[in-house]
């Protein structure tokens, strides 16, 4: 089973991304873009792009895709095939909600959000579940301490405006979490969403 942490920067992603490893010590977890243990020259290509106030937002994009397709068939795809459980810090609707934004921005597609879900259309695998830690951008850029080009209150409303529609279109995959409660709050929330949907993925 995939899962999938999505939020803006700062919604909490990683602390409850790290908490669930001693929940669940025999899942993969996993990141996009990659890094770590899970990393590749991909990801730190994607990670240069970020630091880099001047990217091309399409070239940035592709990229960003780039690094998901070697993701999913040198980590994902087996660890599925394996049948483990699969945990990422992130996934395709980071592309996009936040491609979508820079996109829409950029003038050059017409419905980017649309363009970016249709480039994945071909190769990428769904997730089964797609936690949304939601919290304000406000609340988002003051915990995440605009480090990088993304992390700016503007810009991440047109971000949390993609994800609502992102939410709208896939409502079974999404669970929304009010991520701007305390942590402890947030991941037992995120722990009973996952026993839930293990269950019934469990009876088929
Ligand atoms: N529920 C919470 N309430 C208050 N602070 C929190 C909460 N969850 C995480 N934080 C703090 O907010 C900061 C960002 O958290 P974290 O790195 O987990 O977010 P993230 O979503 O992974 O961010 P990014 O996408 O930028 O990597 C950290 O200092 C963390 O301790
Ligand atoms: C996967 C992915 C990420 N981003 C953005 C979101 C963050 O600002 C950075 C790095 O992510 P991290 O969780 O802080 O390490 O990249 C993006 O714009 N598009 C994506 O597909």
Request: charged letters at 30%.
């Amino acid at each position: 089973m995939l899962v999938t942490l999505e939020g803006l920067d700062g919604s909490g992603k990683t602390t409850v991304w790290e908490a669930l490893r001693d929940v669940y010590p025999d899942a993969t977890f996993t990141t996009e873009p990659t890094s770590g243990e899970t990393g590749s020259w991909y990801g730190e290509a994607v990670y240069r792009s970020i630091q880099d106030e001047d990217a091309d937002p399409l070239a940035e994009l592709f990229l960003y895709t780039a690094d998901h397709a070697d993701h999913l068939t040198r980590v994902i795809e087996p660890a599925l095939e394996r049948g483990e459980l699969v945990i990422s810090d992130r996934y395709s609707d980071s592309r996009y909600a936040y491609q979508g934004a820079t996109l829409a921005e950029d003038g050059r597609i017409t419905r980017p959000l649309e363009y970016v879900v249709g480039i994945h259309t071909a190769f990428s695998i769904e997730p089964d579940l797609t936690i949304y830690l939601d919290v304000d951008p406000e609340t988002a850029a003051a915990r995440a301490g605009a480090t990088n080009k993304f992390e700016r209150v503007e810009y991440l409303s047109k971000v949390r405006d993609n994800y609502e529609r992102l939410i709208e279109r896939y409502p079974n995959r999404f669970v929304r979490i009010d991520a701007t409660q305390p942590p402890e709050v947030v991941l037992e929330r995120v722990e009973d969403v996952l026993e839930s949907r293990l269950d019934a993925h469990r009876k088929g």
